[in-house]
């Protein structure tokens, strides 16, 4: 245990002790996670020093691009989706070279295919949406040993796949599609159409990459749109797949999950709806329960994930903060449940 400064927290340190305010007020418990939108508050509330576990950094909050990088090119998206109107696709361009740099960051990283990433839920930002699905579809890709110019196809689309959501005026925030209103349906259902008839003659754009736009929600039960056919392209699939998860994930479309909720989904969709062998090559990375994730064990204890295990992503390692009767551990007790068959994380706790 040591005493940090508020202003030197980053986020993802644990809590060594409770913080408690000037009158006494419950702010936090001993064993959370510091978030980064906890360290503002407590600023707020002029709190400048708390007690955090000793290897609290230990947390692994491994992201598939690094921050910055992603930051950069959401900004980028942003800047070109923004000003992009209805076949007027010069700029679009742009964003072929955007999936070229997003597929080298992801190959530069030698070990790249060994490990397993956090992929959190978050806001239903359409241009962080965007470069979500292009990330995880080009890892997925380079999982499944497609062939570069695929990839660069696949990542091309996957970066426009929703640029019909840009021609429709339809709330589509934390929202199924299915609890929409009839006409608010019908013309949520049309974004696939719209994106690929903005783009279709385009030259400089792969037939891939159209293919992607028009197919995105097409799934292999036939019950998808905009076409509801079981015939999808392969390539397409990928992207349709990961943008399931980034969906369920930030709120687009659908009532935002949490990260185990949408792996239990595509689990249960497996075969059905969506390419096993895509499923298994986007799960090997996905990691089911997120660094910082509060969990309950089969044992009764309370624990909260501190990082991950390659290729076991629904076995991580765990913090034990509290035994079965609720007493909190004062002792540090590391949980590798890779190592420890008997135990299971029985539900996440909010």
């Not at 000793?54 to 000003?83: C, D, N, P, W, Y």
């Not at 790249?112 to 959190?120: H, K, L, N, S």
């Not at 080009?138 to 970066?159: E, P, Y």
Request: glycine share 6%; charged share 30%; net charge negative.
């Amino acid at each position: 245990m040591r005493i940090c400064r508020v202003d030197q927290l980053t986020g993802n340190e644990i809590l060594a002790k409770d913080i408690v305010s000037r009158d006494y007020s419950f702010l936090l418990a001993r064993g959370s996670v510091v978030r980064k939108e906890y360290i503002e508050r407590l600023k707020e509330l002029h709190i400048a020093m708390v007690y955090v576990e000793e290897e609290g950094r230990s947390i692994e909050a491994r992201r598939i691009l690094r921050e910055e990088v992603e930051e950069k090119f959401t900004e980028k998206v942003k800047q070109i989706l923004e000003t992009h109107t209805y076949q007027h696709n010069e700029e679009l361009v742009e964003l072929c070279d955007t999936a070229e740099k997003i597929m080298h960051e992801i190959i530069e990283d030698e070990d790249v295919a060994e490990r397993v990433f956090d992929i959190r839920e978050r806001g239903a930002d359409l241009y962080e949406h965007s470069i979500n699905v292009c990330t995880l579809a080009t890892l997925t890709a380079l999982k499944l040993k497609l062939d570069k110019d695929i990839i660069r196809g696949i990542g091309s689309g996957a970066l426009l796949h929703d640029l019909g959501l840009r021609y429709i005026t339809v709330d589509y925030v934390n929202r199924n599609v299915e609890d929409m209103e009839t006409n608010e349906m019908s013309e949520y259902k049309k974004h696939p159409v719209y994106g690929y008839s903005s783009v279709e003659n385009e030259t400089w754009l792969p037939k891939i990459a159209k293919d992607v736009i028009l197919y995105h929600h097409e799934t292999l039960d036939g019950v998808g749109y905009p076409l509801k056919t079981a015939v999808v392209p392969f390539e397409c699939q990928i992207v349709g797949i990961c943008e399931t998860l980034d969906e369920m994930l930030c709120g687009v479309g659908r009532v935002r999950s949490k990260v185990h909720v949408a792996v239990e989904y595509l689990m249960d969709a497996k075969g059905k709806k969506y390419d096993s062998r895509i499923v298994d090559a986007l799960l090997a990375f996905t990691a089911v329960y997120p660094a910082g994730t509060r969990v309950l064990t089969n044992e009764g204890e309370i624990g909260i994930v501190i990082k991950q295990n390659a290729e076991f992503p629904n076995r991580p390692v765990l913090l034990m903060v509290e035994d079965k009767n609720r007493n909190r551990y004062e002792e540090r007790i590391i949980r590798n449940l890779l190592d420890e068959q008997t135990i299971f994380i029985e539900r996440v706790i909010e």
